[in-house]
C-alpha cells in the first residue's frame, strides 16, 4: 500500500493517485511515459501538467473529471470558456436539467420576441440577460450528464461497446 503524504493542500492529481494507493513509482508504471519525478513535480505544483498527460492520467486513473478541472482551471483557453463541473448524482442531473429546460420553455416565447428584429433592445436586455443565464445552466447539466457517462464508462458500469454503438447511429 502507498505511503500517504500528510501535505494538507494536497491538488487534484495528488488526491486522485492517493485514492487509488498508489505510490509515485507505481502510478509512473502505470502511467506508462510519466516518470515519478514528474509526477511528483505536478502533485507538489512545482510545474503545470501538460494536457497529454492529463489525458494520460485521466484514461489510467478512470477519472474523466481530470480533463475537465485541467481545461476549466489550468488551460489558459479552457480557464475562459469551459466552466469547471463537479460530479453529482444521475437523478440530482436530471432533475436539475429539468427544471432548467422546464423554466427556458416558459422564457422561449420572450426570447423570440427578444431576437426577432436582430437587436437586443435596452427594455429587453435584462430578460435577454436572465435567459442566457437559464441557457448556460442548461449547458452545463449537460456536460455534467457527459461527465457523469464518461465516469460510468471508465468504471465499466455501462456497456462501452453498447454505449458507443448508440452514440455512434
Same mark, same amino acid.
Given at each position: 500500500? #502507498? ?18 494507493? *498508489? ?17 511528483? @513535480? ?17 484514461? @489510467?486513473? @478512470? ?35 429539468? #427544471? ?6 416558459? @422564457? ?26 437559464? *441557457?448556460?445552466?442548461?449547458?452545463? #447539466?449537460?456536460?455534467? *450528464? ?7 464508462? #471508465?468504471?465499466? *458500469? ?12
Amino acid at each position: 500500500m #502507498a505511503r500517504v503524504s500528510v501535505k494538507e493542500n494536497k491538488n487534484i492529481y495528488h488526491k486522485t493517485r492517493e485514492s487509488l494507493q *498508489l505510490t509515485r513509482e507505481s502510478a509512473s508504471e502505470l502511467l506508462e511515459s510519466i516518470t515519478a519525478e514528474r509526477i511528483e @513535480k505536478i502533485e507538489n505544483e512545482r510545474s503545470l501538467p501538460h494536457p497529454d498527460e492529463v489525458l494520460i492520467m485521466s484514461e @489510467k486513473y @478512470k477519472q474523466p473529471s481530470l480533463c475537465n478541472y485541467y481545461c476549466a482551471n489550468q488551460c489558459p483557453i479552457g480557464q475562459q470558456y469551459v466552466p469547471e463541473v463537479k460530479i453529482k448524482d444521475l437523478s440530482q442531473i436530471v432533475i436539475e436539467m429539468l #427544471a432548467s429546460l422546464n423554466s427556458m420553455n416558459k @422564457k422561449k416565447d420572450r426570447l423570440i420576441e427578444i431576437t426577432v428584429d436582430g437587436k437586443i433592445s435596452e427594455d429587453e436586455i435584462e430578460d435577454f440577460v436572465v435567459i442566457q443565464q437559464e *441557457l448556460e445552466k442548461i449547458s452545463i #447539466a449537460v456536460e455534467t *450528464l457527459q461527465l457523469w457517462s464518461e465516469q460510468m464508462l #471508465a468504471k465499466g *458500469l455501462i456497456d462501452v461497446d453498447k454505449y458507443n454503438e448508440l452514440m455512434n447511429q
